[in-house]
């Protein structure tokens, strides 16, 4: 199949964007990114600039792959990552336009590498428990509800890729923090820093500069985990009961 | 006291007041139709007019009103404020614009506060400032008062005779739904308020809610206008 790439070029951070087309070959077999592995081989044989772009597992669980396709973070399918997207979901001759993650919070690095590091800071703020230190105890003896358990690992499939974020049109952070927040609350081990862990997390998610939450709903949407949206209210509770009830 | 300032300047605390002002004039919006619903009376206004004079005379009402303009004003305000925050912390658009991942109601929230505001501009500039600080309206003495009171009735007979006042006003009822469709339901899942159980209902309400109270409203200008045209 042919295809037209529409791919935003950006040098540095600091640098103007801008589009530029590209013709490739794909196969239909081909993955998202092998596709762009073929157009770069071709760049650089031509002993032109690569297109930067962020890999690493490959097999849809690290979340590295932040890109745009046609407007949408990681592409048309539903609860995928960008490697996980196949050339069969595109007809020949169509033009794809490529871009990288847009949120304020999310710099470009260069070309579609954005820095997630925001991410990093709201969990060093507050994605932690506490545990005694010594030998660990038996997974065993501290028993969990299953139904508790299942929820709280719904929310811990959260890979961080950040696609929420770019989904948003508020550019806002509020489906990756109330994921973090609720994949611990919900469990026993997570309870000692109940109060602390919920203000610290949403104080640094909005130093960081993310927007503020309208409830559109495209952050779920576009998840390749597909963390419920319930995690946001979930958090806000939390959030509203540390604020009112607690020191 | 910081700690109330820290948190209405939190993200979680401005959605807050949003959420809060929100359903404080939902609530608002069924009163004043409940009131708005007896100028379709067929008694010449009667009804309407001793009710305009009640409530811009009672001090309870004017205290209540109070609230009210400060719940619009803060509602506006506020929104506004997070539109710019939001439109900064978006930064640069997308080339395509998808829609296929939120519909256009929860994504135009702001556009549509700002039509209603200017609709509200218009509303309150033809009536409330009529009725409360001008001396145009005429008088009207009916037997059951001892007072003569504005015929607020005839103005409003008047202004729904023209067929561009009834389509701003279609206009601005049309984006009361599109923004309550969203809002309504929105401002639960802010105050926390989600559930598997009742969110589905809290839903359907809003959707009940958010389509027939602007349609009464509507009634209101359409019957006037075309109860004038058979009259001619």
Not at chain 1, 94 to 100: G, K, L, Q
Not at chain 2, 179 to 187: D, E, R, V
């Amino acid at each position: 199949m042919r295809l037209t790439l529409k791919i935003w070029r950006q040098k540095s951070t600091h640098s103007e964007g801008y589009f530029e087309s590209y013709k490739v070959e794909a196969s239909e077999n081909m993955s998202f990114l092998e596709m762009l592995d073929v157009l770069n081989e071709r760049l650089i044989s031509e002993k032109k600039e690569p297109i930067a772009f962020e890999h690493d597992c490959r097999e849809g669980i690290c979340g590295t792959c932040s890109m745009a396709i046609n407007g949408r973070p990681h592409g048309p399918q539903t609860g995928t990552t960008v490697c996980q997207l196949h050339m069969r979901a595109y007809k020949d001759g169509e033009t794809i336009v490529i871009e990288p993650f847009r949120a304020k919070a999310f710099p470009v690095i260069k070309d579609l590498v954005v820095d997630r590091s925001s991410f990093d800071r709201i969990i060093q703020s507050g994605g932690y428990i506490s545990v005694n230190t010594g030998q660990a105890t038996d997974g065993n003896s501290t028993p969990i509800e299953k139904g508790q358990a299942s929820e709280a690992f719904d929310s811990a499939t959260c890979i961080g890729c950040g696609a929420c974020v770019a989904a948003c049109p508020n550019g806002s952070a509020m489906l990756f923090t109330s994921a973090k927040i609720n994949h611990l609350e919900k469990m026993p081990q997570g309870k000692v820093e109940h109060t602390r862990r919920v203000v610290n997390m949403i104080n640094q998610m909005d130093k960081e500069g993310f927007g503020k939450c309208s409830n559109v709903g495209a952050c779920h949407v576009e998840c390749p985990k597909e963390i419920p949206l319930s995690n946001i209210a979930a958090m806000n509770r939390y959030y509203f009961s540390a604020v009112f009830t607690k020191e | 006291m910081s700690w109330i300032i820290n948190f209405l300047k939190s993200s979680i605390g401005k959605k807050l007041v949003m959420s809060l002002t929100g359903l404080f004039l939902v609530t608002f919006l069924v009163v004043h139709l409940i009131g708005n619903l007896q100028l379709l009376m067929p008694d010449d206004g009667k009804a309407f007019n001793i009710y305009a004079d009640f409530m811009s005379n009672n001090p309870i009402i004017k205290i209540i009103s109070l609230g009210l303009y400060a719940g619009i004003l803060l509602h506006a305000i506020q929104g506004m404020l997070i539109a710019f925050e939001n439109r900064k912390a978006k930064g640069k658009k997308y080339a395509v614009t998808s829609f296929e991942n939120g519909n256009w109601m929860s994504k135009n929230m702001a556009l549509l506060g700002t039509l209603l505001f200017f609709f509200l501009a218009i509303h309150m500039g033809d009536f409330w400032v009529k009725m409360r600080f001008l001396d145009v309206l005429n008088m009207v003495s009916y037997p059951e008062l001892d007072y003569e009171v504005k015929n607020v009735y005839e103005r409003v007979n008047l202004a729904f005779e023209n067929v561009w006042i009834v389509i701003v006003y279609l206009i601005g009822l049309l984006s009361l739904a599109l923004h309550l469709i969203h809002g309504f339901k929105s401002a639960f899942v802010t105050l926390g308020l989600e559930h598997k159980k009742y969110s589905p209902l809290i839903n359907a309400i809003g959707i009940v809610y958010s389509i027939t109270i602007p349609l009464a409203y509507a009634a209101i200008p359409l019957y006037m206008f075309f109860s004038h045209q058979s009259h001619y």
